[in-house]
């Protein structure tokens, strides 16, 4: 016979919870978080306020909970946490719920990941907030100014595309730059539009009425599409007997190299033979090969999301 256990009384449980020697803890803690979506309000404040008052395990469940179940009255237990830990958990909450009067007093203290970013979320519907483009990758640039409906200069536009092209032509494995629903196939020639950075501006930009920049780029990588097709590196790799895991990381490989022979001169940061003596390198040593600010540069992440899916992902 199945024995079915029986749930304490919310009130007994949490004081288990919080007297650290009844010797409970761990059990509490582990009902607490079973029965926490079918608690009254008042008790699920109560527990998500002792929680906050707990280790850093128990603080990260209690952060989790507070996105979506935001009480201002947690707000000087939130803020003397964030200040004297800087728990990127708590930073999500503090971005998401705080007064924007506290985002921009300490706006310099959030600079984990893509907190910047999704604080320019909040703020840039203020037009005298400043957007530092410096502070966040391109694509995440163009969003935020998308979400803030301001108007992007033509000529801005176009450097960020082949600046982000550019990036792509020095990715040390272009195929982890592809978009997840790339669908090309054999004998189907890869544009920069495939590669998601690419994809993610042109998005933002058709959004924010560049049409003019889209359509001079769409042109271009159609004639980078016909130089790729025609080249002896692609028809030579349609005659090679290899998976299709390795014909897509060969084939990405040949495009980045045509990328960035086609880009415009005043994108290069080096003449197309030093490209080619840099791709004969590998590693760390390709790295050093590049001037020392662009090396910099590409030393950092750059993360990229769906552009149907551009909400705060906490």
Not at 1 to 28: E, H, L, Q
Not at 29 to 58: H, Y
Not at 150 to 169: G, K, P, Q
Not at 199 to 226: C, P, Q
């Amino acid at each position: 016979m199945r024995t079915v256990s029986r749930n304490n009384p919310i009130a007994t449980v949490i004081k288990n919870y919080t007297n650290k020697k009844s010797g409970k803890v761990t059990d509490a803690r582990n009902e607490i978080q079973r029965r926490f979506f079918g608690l009254d309000w008042k008790d699920q404040k109560r527990i998500m306020a002792a929680f906050l008052d707990s280790g850093v395990s128990d603080r990260n469940w209690a952060y989790s909970r507070l996105l979506d179940l935001w009480d201002a009255s947690f707000e000087p237990q939130v803020q003397a946490l964030w200040e004297a830990y800087h728990e990127e958990k708590c930073s999500w909450v503090i971005i998401r719920h705080f007064p924007k009067e506290y985002l921009r007093e300490h706006i310099d203290l959030f600079h984990e990941g893509r907190d910047y970013y999704f604080i320019c979320r909040r703020l840039a519907e203020d037009s005298d907030f400043v957007i530092d483009k410096s502070k966040m990758s391109k694509t995440d640039y163009l969003m935020a100014l998308s979400h803030a409906e301001r108007h992007f200069d033509d000529v801005e536009a176009t450097d960020t595309l082949y600046e982000i092209v550019r990036d792509i032509a020095f990715h040390w494995n272009p195929s982890m730059e592809l978009s997840r629903d790339n669908t090309s196939h054999r004998r189907e020639v890869m544009t920069a539009s495939n590669f998601t950075n690419v994809s993610i501006a042109l998005h933002y930009l058709e959004k924010m009425g560049n049409d003019d920049v889209v359509t001079a780029f769409r042109l271009w990588e159609s004639r980078v599409r016909s130089i790729v097709s025609d080249c002896e590196e692609y028809k030579g790799l349609n005659r090679e007997p290899i998976s299709d895991y390795d014909y897509k990381e060969k084939l990405a490989s040949i495009v980045q190299k045509y990328l960035y022979y086609a880009l415009p001169k005043k994108y290069k940061i080096m003449t197309d033979e030093e490209y080619d003596k840099r791709a004969e390198a590998s590693g760390e040593s390709a790295r050093m090969n590049m001037p020392d600010a662009f090396a910099a540069q590409m030393s950092q992440v750059i993360t990229s999301i769906d552009e149907n899916k551009d909400d705060f992902p906490f």
